[in-house]
């Protein structure tokens, strides 16, 4: 760590970069949990369209469609 004279014109406080660096933190969770959720419908219209295709071609082999 630099041990020298402090070089900025307004050095800022523990707190303030406490509050920065919770911020921070808190952004980079929501992109998170977003990307999750993303995941999540991408997949599960998967499933579901996978269902549905599957669903109509057991119909169509009964002769139903």
Do not use: C, D
């Amino acid at each position: 760590m630099y041990e020298g004279q402090e070089r900025r014109a307004n050095p800022i406080s523990e707190e303030q970069l406490e509050a920065i660096a919770e911020r921070a933190a808190e952004r980079a969770l929501e992109k998170v949990y977003e990307q999750i959720g993303r995941s999540v419908v991408k997949k599960a219209l998967w499933f579901i369209g996978a269902g549905v295709l599957a669903l109509a071609a057991w119909l169509a082999g009964k002769g139903q469609l």
